[in-house]
């Protein structure tokens, strides 16, 4: 059981719009800490997506845009494309002493 | 360019023991903090422990799941990151990676390709 929670799955068609939710709690997201966000291609390492809830590393498509709001976050991803299907999995800070770094249990985004 | 390899994983048995290393390169290695993280074979991924920089004194933090049976260090003269894991389970089975930050509460920039260990009679 993951602290942050994602859907398990979203798919689209290419050229679609689609969102995957971040949730947590009033101790990580809520408690005013940053979201991340990574993508994880088929058999390869996560790669740095959207940090500080909504800024895109260099090199990252504005097509991937990210958001915070209260106790959630979201990553939307417009005009998809093939080489999008990927996991994608958020990741913040959480002031308990059992794990203070958390991942969402990630989502797995299949282009139709 | 900056380049996180590790090396060391393996199969081993209930109990055992093992250590990863990470070899670092293409940016100031002593300047950031390091952390280890893992994924189990079709799972998500799972935050291990930190090594902060000299400038926050190397302090350690680590995972429930692992606290007391694994030990992250540093040789900043060797550009390297090592994971010492003892009284392995079953349940540590995964592919280890790490990962680079800048401090605390920033994201992870570079991720290491993994290296795979496999805990298992």
């Known amino acids: 059981q993951s602290v942050l929670t994602q859907p398990p799955s979203v798919s689209g068609a290419p050229g679609q719009r689609v969102t995957i939710s971040c949730t947590g709690s009033?101790?990580?997201?809520?408690?005013?800490?940053?979201v991340h966000w990574y993508q994880q291609l088929p058999g390869t390492a996560p790669k740095l997506l959207i940090y500080?809830?909504?800024n895109r590393p260099s090199g990252v498509p504005d097509r991937f845009s990210g958001s915070k709001s209260g106790t959630s976050a979201s990553l939307a991803i417009t005009g998809l494309q093939a080489e999008d299907e990927a996991d994608y999995y958020c990741?913040?800070?959480?002031?308990?002493?059992?794990?203070?770094?958390?991942f969402g249990g990630g989502t797995k985004l299949t282009v139709l | 360019e900056v380049q996180l390899v590790e090396s060391g994983g393996g199969l081993v048995q209930p109990g055992g023991s093992l250590r990863l290393s990470c070899a670092a390169s293409g940016f100031t290695f002593s300047d950031h903090y390091m952390d280890w993280v893992r994924q189990a074979p079709g799972k998500g991924l799972e935050w291990v422990g930190r090594t902060r920089n000299k400038a926050n004194s190397y302090t350690t933090e680590y995972a429930a799941s692992v606290k007391g049976r694994f030990t992250i260090s540093r040789d900043d003269s060797k550009n390297s990151l090592y994971l010492q894991m003892n009284s392995l389970k079953t349940e540590d089975t995964a592919v280890y990676y790490c990962a680079r930050l800048p401090y605390d509460f920033s994201p992870f920039d570079y991720w290491g390709q993994g290296t795979l260990v496999t805990v298992s009679s």
């Open positions: 500080g809830n909504s």
């Open positions: 009033s101790s990580n997201i809520g408690a005013g800490y940053d």
């Open positions: 990741q913040s800070y959480d002031s308990s002493l059992s794990a203070p770094v958390v």
